[in-house]
Structure formats: structure tokens, C-alpha cells
């Protein structure tokens, strides 16, 4: 980091990609090798804060740090520990969920609630939906949760197939313009 301080005119800002939210990730990639210093996710979570304490401390407000918020459980304040000491942050399975897992109603009604709560505190996102297999079908969706929780320019929105980040998908309904939101989300009955 005393180098990228150093020369610190070439960036305005660090990405910190797989801040985990969970141990669930570590646990999944060998299920028998267990890391010995964190038996919980409350002691794991606890690193991670102090890791991400340290970074902020030598870095903001100066520069902005980002993170990539991974093995979300969903539980709609999972990011709240952490979000203190980050600018902003990404969420890859945004209103839908990963191809392999979608939401159910009240993860998606968590993981709206998280997202308000980021923008509640002056903070930013970037929140990207999981298409499937090159499928356009849930664009839509993604889009109208999107518009549900944005906040002037909190946040940013990409539709996408997480195994071909590489394409941008243009869609005509990019292009309407809403204005800003007239208040918080409801449901009336099961619409929002």
C-alpha cells in the first residue's frame, strides 16, 4: 500500500474484490479443510472488520474503497457492519439471486432492504442482476426492483450472465427516464 501511496495520482480509489459476508464460501471450497482461526461466521465477520478498519483508516476519506459483497446469507443487514468503512459496494446476485439459487419473495424483500439501508447512509451501489444462460427474460425484474430502491444517483444497474461479463446488454428501457423517486417502496397487497 506505501507504493500505491506514494504514486497515489494514478487512482482515485481501490476495488476490493470478495469481501465475504459469510464463512459459507471458505467452508464450500473444501468442505474438509476448515480455516483453523474462525469456527463461526461471528468470528469471521469480525476479521473482516478489522481488515477492512485498517484499509479505510490508511485510505479515506482521501480514496474511495469499494467492495464486492460475496456469500451474502440475505438476511437484509448483512452489509451493515461492514458498510461503515466502504464507499460503496456491489452486489452480484442483486433482487434475483444466482442462477443456481433464486430468491424467494422475502430474500428479495431482504435484499431490497439492504440496499435502502446503504443509500439511508450516504453510501453507493452497484447492483447487478444474474441473467440465465444468456437470457434476457429477467431483465425486466431486475430493472423494476433496481428502480424500487434507487435514490437520485446512489446507484448503478447492470443486467448480465455471470459467465459473460464481457458483453453489455443494451435494452430499450434503459433509456426511459422515471425522474426521482416520489417516496419509499410499498406494497399494496402483493404489488409494489
Sequence with gaps: SEILLNDAKMFDGIFLDNVELSIQKVDSVSPTKKIKEYST???????????????????????????????DPVTGDSWNSYIEYLDGGMNEQFAIGWPSGRYSIEQWNKDLNQAETVFKLGKRAS?????????????????????????????????????????WHQFSNYKIEFGNPLGNRYANNSIW
Design 41 to 71: 461466521d461471528t468470528e469471521y465477520r469480525s476479521a473482516w472488520v478489522l481488515y477492512l478498519t485498517a484499509i479505510s483508516n490508511k485510505l479515506r476519506p482521501k480514496y474511495q474503497v469499494w467492495g464486492n459483497m460475496i456469500s
Design 127 to 167: 447492483l447487478i442482476v444474474q441473467g440465465d444462460n444468456g437470457s434476457d427474460a429477467l431483465e425486466p425484474f431486475g430493472l423494476g426492483s433496481y428502480f424500487l430502491v434507487s435514490q437520485n444517483d446512489q446507484a448503478t444497474f447492470r443486467y448480465c450472465w455471470h459467465a459473460d461479463y464481457n458483453r
